[in-house]
């Protein structure tokens, strides 16, 4: 198990990023709240990859 939770940090550190429909219907009213019930176990470093890093990887003019 341990090697389980392992891997999927390993994937979540390097390959997503944050997302959302908000404001529309099919989106939640609270993306960023839904995500961090999903990110408990996961460490600041993690998340801050997630919520913006990863994205500024990608577009690294958007850092401001």
Same mark, same amino acid.
């Given at each position: 198990?341990?090697?389980y939770r392992r891997q999927r940090?390993?994937?979540i550190r390097d390959r997503y990023?944050?997302?959302s429909d908000y404001p529309h219907v099919e989106g939640?009213?609270?993306p960023i709240g839904r995500f961090e019930r999903f990110l408990t176990e996961y460490d600041e470093n @993690?998340? /801050?990859l997630f919520y913006?890093? /990863?994205f500024l990887r990608l577009f690294p003019?958007?850092? @401001?």
């Open positions: 198990h341990k090697e940090q390993m994937c990023l944050f997302s939640t009213t609270d @993690i998340k /801050n913006s890093e /990863n003019n958007a850092r @401001i």
